[in-house]
């Protein structure tokens, strides 16, 4: 854990607590800087600890070393996170996306493709949602990619990956929908504007979970985000 303060007059998520997990660096880093920037209560997690977006964002800032692929690590990182009263928001930003034209592409590779990059969504509701149904707020928000929808070779692992997480986001939109709890999985689509993370990519990109962690704004995000990147006019 790290105290120092991070100051903004934009508090608009004052009392949430936010889990950001692969938080050491790029997007990660970014979404947490900028909730925690906006008042939320921060933890970060990323495979090794993330030390540097912890320095970063300051007293807000709860860290652990967490694999997002170890059932055993959510099952701890619940435990351990349980004194700030549950987690409101969690960001499952995490992602493993080496380049394997599919002739080399190997089972340990797709595994760890399919572990890193879905099996942590299920991991992080199985944990997390309880405590959202009880105290009758919280968000799920998944990471996919514009690679779904683009010609791009050796990514035929993570395409599978990121497309995973539009059907497991649907589905747990339908499962919480159906028990009427608040509880609000929304799949949004992060993309690179131009396929490279640039520094404008991330200030394009930052202010969706943000926006989407929003109560009030969840519909006006989800539109805004299909049409920034093309699926509607
Ligand atoms: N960079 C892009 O252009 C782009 C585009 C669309 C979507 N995305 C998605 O955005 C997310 C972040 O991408 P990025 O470009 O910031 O990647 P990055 O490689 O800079 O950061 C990913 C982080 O995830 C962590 N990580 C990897 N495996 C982990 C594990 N098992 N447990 C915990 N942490 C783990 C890494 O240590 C790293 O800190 C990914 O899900 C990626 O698929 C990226």
New binding site residues.
């Given amino acids: 854990m790290k105290s120092k303060t991070m100051k903004s007059s934009i508090r608009t998520h004052e009392g949430r607590v936010a889990l950001v ?2 938080a ?5 880093q970014a979404i947490a800087l900028a909730l925690a920037e906006r008042g939320a209560q921060i933890i970060v ?3 090794e600890l993330p030390g540097e977006t912890a320095d970063k964002i300051g007293s807000t800032a709860h860290t652990f070393q ?4 170890k059932e055993e690590d959510w099952k701890k990182l619940f435990t351990k996170t349980q004194y700030l009263g549950g987690v409101d928001i969690v960001v499952n ?5 080496p380049n394997r034209p599919i002739d080399e592409l190997d089972l340990t590779t797709w595994r760890k493709t399919m572990a ?2 879905l099996d942590s969504h299920f991991l992080s509701v199985k944990y997390f949602l309880p405590a959202m149904r009880m105290k009758k707020w919280g968000r799920f928000i998944g ?1 996919s ?3 779904v929808g683009l010609a791009i070779t050796g990514m035929s692992h993570y395409i599978t990956s ?1 497309m995973g997480i539009i059907g497991f986001m649907r589905g747990l939109a339908n499962d919480v929908a159906k028990v009427r709890d608040r509880a609000l999985a929304r799949l949004q689509h ?3 504007l131009d ?1 490279v ?1 640039q520094p404008p990519f991330f200030s394009e990109v930052q202010p969706i979970p943000l926006f989407v962690a929003l109560n009030e704004h969840a519909e006006e995000a989800e539109e805004k985000l299909q049409v920034l990147f093309g699926l509607r006019q």
């Fill in positions: 997990t692969g050491a660096k790029g997007i990660g997690t990323d495979i967490h694999d997002v692929t930003n995490a992602g493993y996306f890193t990059n990471i990619s514009n690679m990121k992060v993309d690179a396929g993370p």
